[in-house]
C-alpha cells in the first residue's frame, strides 16, 4: 500500500509567512476527492483555499480551526484508508525552494525562510539559537534581538493560537468584546488603547496600555487582534491601527455575531467586522476591514472595498457596489446596482438612486441625486 501522503500548507503572502486557519473543512477519516476543499487560510492582505491533490482519506489531522499557522506546517496525510500507519515526520521537512533557502549551510534541520535568513546574518544573529523544527521567520529573528536587547523574558515559549486583543476601548472596543465573548473560542488578552490608562478595565478586560504594548504582546505568544477604532470621524486613524498591527506582526481575523447571517457563498477578507443581526447576502464579497454594523443588510452579489464602513440599519440592494474607504450611514438605503465610489459619505437615512462619485457627499435624510 503506498505511504500516505503528506499535506503542508503553502506560503501564500512572501512577506507573511504565517497565517490564521480561518476555516477547516475536514474531519480526521473524511473521504475526500482530488479538488476537494480541505482548509482556507487568512493573512492580513489574502485568503487562499487548500484543496486535496488525490483522493483518500484525511488522517493524522494536527490543526485546529483559529489558529495561527506556519507556511510548511503539517495540516494532515491523504491515506489509501482511514486507520492508515503513518509515517515518522522528518522535523527537516521544508517549503519549497520559493519559500526557503539553504545558504552557507544553516545548522541541519533548521527551517528559516530566506529574508529571515539575510535579517539574521545583517544583525549577526547565531542560526544556533534558534529551535530545529519550527518555521524561523524574520518576526522570530527580531524576537531573539530584542530579547537581547532588554532582556524580556516571553510568558510562554510560543504562541497561543485563542489570544486576541482588542485594539481600541471605546464603544466599538465594547461591542466586540462582547462579540469574541459569545464566539467562544477567543482567549481576550487585553485592551490596547493609545488615550487610557494602563491598570484600567473596559467590561473586565484590563488596559494593557497603547501601541508600545504591542512588541511585547507579540513576544509573549499573541498573534491576533480586531481593530476596534470605528473611523467614523476619521478614517484614517482607522487605517493606521490596521498598519501598526500588521508592523508588530499581527493577524486580523474575520470576526462574525453569532446571531449575524453570512450566506455560505459570500466571501469575508481578513478583518471583516459583523454584528449582530446583520445579513450578508449570497456571493456578496466584503473586502479587508470592513465594518457590517447592527442589523446592516448586504444583498446577493453586493461587493464592498476595503474599510467601508455600514452602519447600523444601512441597506444594499442586490449587486450594489461600495468603494474602499466609504461610509453608508445608518439607515440609509442604497438602490440595485448602484455605485458608490472610493471614500464616498452616504448620511444617515438617505436614498441612493444612481451612483454616487468618489469622495461624494449625500446629505443625511436626501434623495440622491436631488
Given at each position: 500500500?503506498?505511504?500516505?501522503?503528506?499535506?503542508?500548507?503553502?506560503?501564500?503572502?512572501?512577506?507573511?509567512?504565517?497565517?490564521?486557519?480561518?476555516?477547516?473543512?475536514?474531519?480526521?477519516?473524511?473521504?475526500?476527492?482530488?479538488?476537494?476543499?480541505?482548509?482556507?487560510?487568512?493573512?492580513?492582505?489574502?485568503?487562499?483555499?487548500?484543496?486535496?491533490?488525490?483522493?483518500?482519506?484525511?488522517?493524522?489531522?494536527?490543526?485546529?480551526?483559529?489558529?495561527?499557522?506556519?507556511?510548511?506546517?503539517?495540516?494532515?496525510?491523504?491515506?489509501?484508508?482511514?486507520?492508515?500507519?503513518?509515517?515518522?515526520?522528518?522535523?527537516?521537512?521544508?517549503?519549497?525552494?520559493?519559500?526557503?533557502?539553504?545558504?552557507?549551510?544553516?545548522?541541519?534541520?533548521?527551517?528559516?525562510?530566506?529574508?529571515?535568513?539575510?535579517?539574521?546574518?545583517?544583525?549577526?544573529?547565531?542560526?544556533?539559537?534558534?529551535?530545529?523544527?519550527?518555521?524561523?521567520?524574520?518576526?522570530?529573528?527580531?524576537?531573539?534581538?530584542?530579547?537581547?536587547?532588554?532582556?524580556?523574558?516571553?510568558?510562554?515559549?510560543?504562541?497561543?493560537?485563542?489570544?486576541?486583543?482588542?485594539?481600541?476601548?471605546?464603544?466599538?472596543?465594547?461591542?466586540?468584546?462582547?462579540?469574541?465573548?459569545?464566539?467562544?473560542?477567543?482567549?481576550?488578552?487585553?485592551?490596547?488603547?493609545?488615550?487610557?490608562?494602563?491598570?484600567?478595565?473596559?467590561?473586565?478586560?484590563?488596559?494593557?496600555?497603547?501601541?508600545?504594548?504591542?512588541?511585547?504582546?507579540?513576544?509573549?505568544?499573541?498573534?491576533?487582534?480586531?481593530?476596534?477604532?470605528?473611523?467614523?470621524?476619521?478614517?484614517?486613524?482607522?487605517?493606521?491601527?490596521?498598519?501598526?498591527?500588521?508592523?508588530?506582526?499581527?493577524?486580523?481575523?474575520?470576526?462574525?455575531?453569532?446571531?449575524?447571517?453570512?450566506?455560505?457563498?459570500?466571501?469575508?477578507?481578513?478583518?471583516v467586522q459583523v454584528f449582530t443581526l446583520a445579513y450578508v447576502g449570497s456571493e456578496a464579497q466584503i473586502g479587508y476591514g470592513t465594518i457590517v454594523n447592527t442589523g446592516a443588510i448586504v444583498s446577493h452579489e453586493c461587493r464592498i472595498g476595503e474599510?467601508?464602513?455600514?452602519?447600523?440599519?444601512?441597506?444594499?440592494?442586490?449587486?450594489?457596489?461600495?468603494?474602499?474607504?466609504?461610509?453608508?450611514?445608518?439607515?440609509?438605503?442604497?438602490?440595485?446596482?448602484?455605485?458608490?465610489?472610493?471614500?464616498?459619505?452616504?448620511?444617515?437615512?438617505?436614498?441612493?438612486?444612481?451612483?454616487?462619485?468618489?469622495?461624494?457627499?449625500?446629505?443625511?435624510?436626501?434623495?440622491?441625486?436631488?
Open positions: 500500500m503506498p505511504s500516505p501522503v503528506p499535506v503542508l500548507l503553502p506560503l501564500i503572502n512572501p512577506n507573511e509567512p504565517e497565517a490564521v486557519l480561518a476555516g477547516l473543512h475536514v474531519q480526521e477519516g473524511q473521504a475526500v476527492a482530488p479538488g476537494d476543499l480541505l482548509c482556507t487560510l487568512e493573512t492580513t492582505k489574502s485568503t487562499a483555499d487548500v484543496t486535496a491533490e488525490a483522493a483518500g482519506y484525511v488522517v493524522g489531522l494536527q490543526l485546529r480551526s483559529g489558529q495561527t499557522v506556519s507556511a510548511g506546517s503539517l495540516l494532515c496525510y491523504l491515506a489509501e484508508a482511514p486507520d492508515a500507519v503513518l509515517p515518522v515526520m522528518d522535523a527537516s521537512v521544508a517549503l519549497p525552494q520559493s519559500a526557503t533557502l539553504a545558504m552557507d549551510e544553516p545548522p541541519a534541520g533548521l527551517r528559516i525562510t530566506k529574508p529571515a535568513l539575510a535579517l539574521a546574518r545583517s544583525l549577526g544573529v547565531d542560526l544556533a539559537r534558534f529551535q530545529l523544527g519550527p518555521l524561523v521567520t524574520e518576526t522570530s529573528v527580531r524576537e531573539i534581538v530584542t530579547v537581547a536587547a532588554d532582556v524580556h523574558t516571553p510568558l510562554v515559549p510560543g504562541f497561543d493560537p485563542t489570544a486576541i486583543l482588542v485594539y481600541g476601548g471605546g464603544g466599538h472596543g465594547k461591542t466586540l468584546i462582547e462579540l469574541l465573548r459569545l464566539l467562544g473560542c477567543y482567549r481576550i488578552v487585553g485592551v490596547v488603547d493609545d488615550g487610557l490608562p494602563a491598570g484600567t478595565s473596559i467590561l473586565g478586560i484590563p488596559v494593557l496600555g497603547g501601541a508600545e504594548a504591542l512588541p511585547a504582546l507579540h513576544r509573549d505568544g499573541v498573534r491576533l487582534a480586531v481593530n476596534a477604532v470605528g473611523g467614523i470621524g476619521s478614517l484614517s486613524i482607522r487605517l493606521k491601527v490596521f498598519q501598526r498591527l500588521a508592523e508588530a506582526g499581527f493577524a486580523c481575523p474575520a470576526v462574525v455575531h453569532p446571531r449575524a447571517v453570512v450566506e455560505p457563498s459570500a466571501s469575508l477578507a481578513p478583518g474599510y467601508a464602513n455600514l452602519s447600523p440599519g444601512a441597506i444594499l440592494a442586490g449587486q450594489v457596489e461600495i468603494g474602499a474607504g466609504a461610509l453608508v450611514g445608518m439607515g440609509a438605503t442604497v438602490n440595485l446596482q448602484v455605485k458608490v465610489g472610493a471614500n464616498a459619505r452616504v448620511g444617515n437615512s438617505a436614498t441612493v438612486k444612481a451612483d454616487v462619485p468618489p469622495g461624494g457627499i449625500v446629505r443625511a435624510g436626501s434623495i440622491w441625486p436631488t
